[in-house]
């Protein structure tokens, strides 16, 4: 951090800058954000959160299943990461924490997981950018492995964290017990490679790719709604589908 | 022709008296009072809202600019792997263009939903929807238009073809926004996916139904300047006075 006053612009030089840049953009329209309606565009996403939470999403309602048949070609399922090249962890060392507003805090290996009842389905994946594609998951339901550690009536929120940069997603506890949301450790019935988030990573077909947040270190259960690496940027924090 | 601003907000100037043509102006038509207020705001609140729907959804179009699963083939497309120009957009990015879209589409949803409360208890509805008897008073009216047929065909508030016109885009608009919920909640709202095709077609339609409206607004813009002028003012101020009888 330098010293504000070694800046060539002080802050209120560039709030002044982007007023002016939102007003011009205002009247061209070019690739607009928003300017000063940007608090406004906030206010209407916390209500289509709100909307999307509360009335349209059901924890009963499951989303349609695909036969194995129809899975998309894996060279042509993209995968994300903000770390490049792809982070990697030894996964003997490795273990999921999961903590907060919880009962019994616990420390997960992957062979722990493994050992639970497991889930696979095959699913459509839908990306925030608007495309689709089918693959198949196995995991442990996240259900299960709350019913673990017992949340105390505080825990409203999970925060997923991971070892991708700063990578991290908050979730409604609703979306997170619905029964195909799972901690998933095996891709069209292989385990996970690192372009998929090895060695584990939360998957459900009732939210969008963003929200399935890969190379899970940490489960934390929060009384506050927490932020995600993209929604602190401006993408919907639900991202329900 | 601009008509005075102040009109929305203080009486007309001139109260009409449409039997008896002002002295002054003597081989002026009368004016008459052509739009509610209610239609004339969800006129104007809708084309802007339609053209920052538009905008925001070509940026939204920017992140994956394909139709069809991942990996192919991807459905015919004039715009296949194409984006769209600086100036169409609106948001800046896809986060951008999402807050648009999603912000935006309460208001478009309300306010056609408010102008069609409107035309069914005024009963306006009855001088817009185009019914199977209006079939061939549209064939009479585009043989006019195609100097087929020599005397403008009898006609109420609205020809119909424009009956045609205003009915059509009224389902278009219906078809947007339940193709945008199909393509926004594709599981909750599973059963509205699947009236579509599922979600990959929905989406398809979705931006069909963009180069449709882009169509209409051309073709509606062209015709209010090149054939009845005074509808413009008609649609500001709600007050007609043009070359076309305006009652029933």
Request: proline share 9%; aromatic share 14%.
């Amino acid at each position: 951090m330098t010293d504000s006053s070694d800046r060539p612009f002080s802050r209120r030089d560039l709030l002044r800058l982007g007023l002016t840049a939102g007003a011009a953009s205002l009247a061209t329209a070019c690739g607009w954000q928003g300017g000063p309606l940007i608090p406004a565009l906030r206010g209407a996403a916390h209500l289509n959160d709100w909307v999307g939470e509360k009335v349209l999403f059901s924890r009963h309602r499951l989303a349609p299943q695909y036969p194995v048949s129809a899975r998309t070609p894996e060279k042509d399922f993209p995968a994300y990461s903000i770390t490049r090249p792809l982070p990697t962890t030894d996964s003997a060392a490795w273990a999921l924490e999961v903590g907060g507003k919880v009962r019994k805090p616990t420390r997960f290996t992957l062979e722990m997981l493994q050992a639970l009842p497991r889930v696979t389905y095959t699913v459509k994946h839908h990306c925030v950018e608007g495309w689709s594609a089918i693959g198949t998951w196995t995991g442990v339901p996240v259900a299960s492995v709350v019913a673990m550690v017992e949340p105390t009536d505080e825990a409203k929120y999970l925060r997923f964290d991971t070892f991708d940069a700063n990578y991290y997603n908050g979730w409604d506890r609703e979306s997170a017990l619905h029964p195909q949301t799972i901690l998933a450790y095996a891709y069209n019935d292989r385990p996970l490679t690192p372009a998929h988030g090895a060695p584990l990573r939360l998957y459900s077909p009732v939210k969008l790719g963003y929200k399935l947040t890969k190379f899970l270190t940490r489960m934390t259960f929060t009384r506050e709604r927490p932020g995600g690496y993209w929604e602190d940027q401006g993408y919907p924090w639900l991202g329900g589908v | 022709m601009i008509a005075e601003p102040a009109a929305e907000k203080e009486p007309p100037p001139e109260p009409p008296e449409p039997q008896t043509p002002k002295p002054d102006a003597p081989a002026r038509r009368p004016l008459v009072k052509r739009h509610h207020w209610i239609v004339r705001f969800t006129h104007w609140a809708n084309a802007l809202l339609l053209l920052g729907m538009i905008g925001s959804g070509l940026q939204i179009y920017h992140a994956f600019p394909h139709f069809g699963l991942r990996g192919g083939p991807y459905y015919p497309n004039f715009r296949d792997g194409k984006y769209f120009p600086d100036w169409a957009r609106l948001g800046g990015w896809l986060a951008g263009g999402l807050s648009w879209h999603f912000a935006l589409a309460w208001p478009f949803v309300i306010t056609g939903l408010v102008y069609l409360i409107y035309l069914i208890v005024s009963g306006e509805w009855r001088s817009l929807l185009f019914r199977p008897r209006d079939v061939p008073r549209a064939i009479q009216m585009q043989l006019y238009y195609l100097r087929l047929r020599r005397e403008h065909p009898p006609q109420g508030k609205h020809n119909a073809l424009q009956k045609a016109a205003y009915t059509f885009i009224v389902v278009l608009g219906a078809l947007s926004v339940l193709t945008g919920f199909a393509v926004y909640k594709p599981v909750q709202l599973h059963w509205l996916t699947a009236l579509f095709g599922g979600y990959e077609l929905a989406r398809y339609w979705h931006f069909w139904a963009v180069w449709i409206f882009v169509g209409f607004i051309v073709v509606h813009v062209a015709l209010v300047l090149l054939v009845d002028p005074a509808s413009l003012r008609a649609m500001i101020t709600g007050w007609y006075r043009g070359r076309f009888p305006s009652h029933d």
